[in-house]
Every structure is written in C-alpha cells, then in structure tokens.
C-alpha cells in the first residue's frame, strides 16, 4: 500500500480499538493516524520505532486481504504480478472496534466508519468507492434494519458508492421459513450440537399475526405456551433459561420480532433436537422466518433440520442503495455455494435485484503475513467490485468524462456491464444479472 517512492497511499487511518489517542475530530472512540505520521514510521528501520508512532496492527489479516485485491501494488508477490484492482488509488482505512457478547462489532462502530470516511473523501474533495466485507444475520433481512437504512442515507451524500458482500451463509443452516395455518401447529426442529454455548434465535413474523410459540428440549421438557407480553419473559426448561422478548412494529417495517437468548444453567445448552412449535391464532400474512447467529458464531452442525438456503444474505447487504456482491469461482465459472443468496422484486415496475452481481471468491490469491495466501468467501469477491467502482469513478469523476459518475449511476454501469454465468438465467438470487466485467461496464465513447 505504498508509492513507487515508498511513501504511503493511506490518506488516512482510523483504529477504533486503539484508546488514550486522538480520535478523528467530532468523534469519541479510537485513534486517527495521518499520512504524515504513517509516513514517519516507515522511515523508521527499527520495527519497534514504528510501532511507537503507529501503534495500529491488522492482528487477523482480513483487512489487508481485503484491501490488497482492491488496490494492492502487488509487492508481495514476484515481479508485483497479483496486483490489486486500483494499485494506485488512495486509502482510507477504518479497523473496526472490538467485537461484542456474539461475535461481531456492533453496528454504531460500523455506521461511524462509513460516516467518517465519506466526510473524509468530501475534505479531500475525492471520490470514495466504500468496501464492506462484514455482516451478521441479525435483522428482519428485508433492507429496514437501522444499518441498511442508514447506508442508503449516506450514498446520498458526496461523491460515493458503498461495496458489500451477500455473506458465506448459503449452505449454512441457520435460517428457516414456511407459512403457518390457522388451527395447525407448525413444528420447526433445530438441532444443537455439543458444547454450545448460549446463543439467540430470532423469529420474524408480521405483527399483525398472532401467534403462541411453545418450546420443547431434547429431553421432553415444555416452556409451556408463551404468548406476547410486554417486556422480556423468563422461561426455566429443563437446564435451560429462555429469555423471550416480543418486539414492537418499526416507523419503517410492519414486522415483528421474537427474540429468544438460550442460556444453559450448566455450562453448555443441551445438545441433540429442539422443537419450536408455532400456534398461530389469528393470521393475516402466515410467513415466518427464523435465523441463526452466523455459522462462524456456532459449533459446526448446530443448525436447523430443514434449512431454508433463501433470504441467506448477511445484513447490511440488503441495503437498497449499495452494490451487493455475490461470490462465484473463477476457475470453474460456477456461483459459490456459500455465497448468500438474496431476492427478486418487483418495484414500481422494476426489478430489484440482490446481491446485483458477482465476483471471483474462491482461492483468491491475496497479501499475507508470510507473502500470498489463498482464502475463500464474500469479503474477497466484494473487493474486486470496490476496485473497479474505484477505476471507473477515476474516469468518470477524476479525468471528467463524467463529473455524476456514483450512486446508483456507477450501480447501473457494474450491472449492464456484468456477463451471466455459463447456463444461468439472469437476474438469480445467487449472483444477480452475472459476473463483474470492468470492461464492459466502461461507457463507450
């Protein structure tokens, strides 16, 4: 991530986890590093010198992959032959704060990232092509979660077009949906692996429907039917508390949520085969959708017994206004089977497609500690569409053959410019209308 000189590309770089330093002016957490100081400690030769001055590690490497497909120079390869995207472009890093109870940073962490880089990019007077490789599966997943509603707010402002990945849980099994009949109870079966921790369960449902939930473990214990009440409920079964929570309708969605915490009174929850029965008593829609912690929060095989593979994108991709990213392999020309998969609707007589194309994820060659390593997944298929949003803000933006040339414009552009798959029919919830084509997607004088 250097100049020919040697000098840096990073504009600037926010480390949330790094406290007792200077945060970015109108922020509170965290420590910001500009060029000049980055700059100081490479020209330091001693490694301990430079973390003096520049205290920010990237501990699990995602970042530096992630950036170094986008726009690495290629020097950690011979001859800098895998080179990033935009080699020459500008940085603005972000590492993102600590992860909380489930896993994943919390959102406000995330909202203040993109926040802070899009003020950056309008002082620097720069276009700024914005990647997201992270997500989680907590949300109603129908693009209303404060994440994705905040996302389309922000692509309003300057110049910018916001990058995410569609997530890796499609094969997963951690979400279930179906329709309940009035007077039929409808049985959904999860099974839980040994030495599970507590973790969550959300049901989504319209809230108009009402319905009673019933919960039985692997030993035959009930809760008893549970009806929505005000506040959170407190259900002993067997050696297990739930923790229930009815949740309220949004300003911005008509669906409701019942959130259930499974936390064991022993060590771990008990593993083998719960049923959560559903006891619909008035209906009005019928659809119920329930979702998992993401797979990489869980023991392997802790999932539902008959899986839904739909609706498995992460949150925030959902997010109307960014470019979501499916991932496909390169070397077979096949989608991913991990790659979340998304929706088709129709809206005011067009077609709203997730994720709205793919790029290569699979055994992508990236920059490591020890040189080049091959990794899989969402996070480095959206890179390669950040890169080229980057490129073709270049020459619309930068080299003024188009000054509007963001937003939903630059969208468009990836989207008439991706080719299909061999023998997929386009637009598919997996990888929207096709694979990312930079060269098709450049306006033709």
């Not at 603005?92 to 992860?99: Q, T, Y």
């Not at 890796?168 to 039929?184: D, L, Q």
């Amino acid at each position: 991530f250097r100049n020919a000189d040697g000098t840096t590309r990073i504009l600037a770089l926010w480390d949330q986890t790094l406290q007792n330093g200077k945060p970015p002016q109108g922020y509170h957490i965290g420590t910001e590093f500009t060029s000049e100081q980055i700059n100081e400690a490479l020209r330091m030769e001693v490694r301990e010198e430079r973390y003096r001055i520049v205290p920010s590690r990237d501990t699990s490497g995602h970042g530096t992959a992630v950036v170094g497909i986008a726009a690495g120079n290629g020097r950690g390869s011979k001859n800098g032959k895998y080179r990033g995207v935009a080699p020459e472009a500008g940085l603005l890093i972000v590492k993102m704060g600590g992860a909380g109870e489930t896993g994943f940073p919390r959102t406000t962490q995330l909202m203040r990232g993109v926040d802070y880089i899009v003020r950056k990019a309008e002082e620097l007077k720069k276009p700024v092509a914005i990647n997201i490789s992270f997500g989680n599966t907590y949300g109603s997943h129908d693009g209303t979660s404060l994440l994705e509603r905040y996302l389309n707010t922000v692509s309003e402002r300057w110049k910018n077009v916001i990058c995410v990945g569609s997530g890796n849980e499609g094969t997963t099994a951690g979400h279930a949906a179906g329709e309940y009949r009035k007077g039929m109870m409808t049985e959904v079966q999860l099974a839980v692996q040994q030495r599970e921790k507590s973790f969550s369960l959300q049901i989504w449902k319209s809230y108009v429907d009402e319905v009673a939930i019933t919960i039985v473990d692997p030993s035959g214990n009930h809760s008893g039917r549970l009806e929505e009440k005000e506040g959170t409920q407190r259900i002993q079964i067997g050696e297990t508390e739930l923790l229930v929570y009815y949740g309220e309708p949004k300003p911005y969605s008509i669906r409701q949520e019942i959130y259930i915490d499974m936390i064991p009174q022993t060590v771990y929850i008990q593993s083998g085969l719960w049923k959560l029965r559903l006891i619909p008593r008035s209906i009005r829609n019928g659809r119920y959708d329930m979702w998992l912690p993401a797979q990489g929060a869980l023991n392997f095989g802790t999932g539902f017994t008959s899986p839904d593979s739909a609706s498995t994108f992460t949150i925030p991709s959902a997010a109307a206004k960014a470019v979501t990213v499916g991932a496909y392999d390169a070397g077979t020309g096949s989608a991913a089977p991990f790659s979340g998969q998304g929706y088709i609707v129709e809206i005011g007589g067009s077609l709203m497609v997730k994720p709205e194309l793919a790029a290569p994820g699979v055994n992508v060659l990236v920059p490591s500690v020890s040189g080049m390593a091959r990794v899989s997944g969402t996070s480095y298929a959206t890179p390669f569409v950040t890169g080229s949003a980057a490129l073709l803000m270049e020459w619309g933006i930068v080299r003024g053959n188009d000054t509007f040339l963001y937003g939903e414009k630059l969208k468009a552009y990836l989207i008439k410019g991706a080719e299909p798959l061999a023998g997929a029919a386009v637009p598919d919830t997996q990888t929207g209308w096709g694979r990312l084509c930079l060269k098709n997607s450049l306006p033709q004088a």
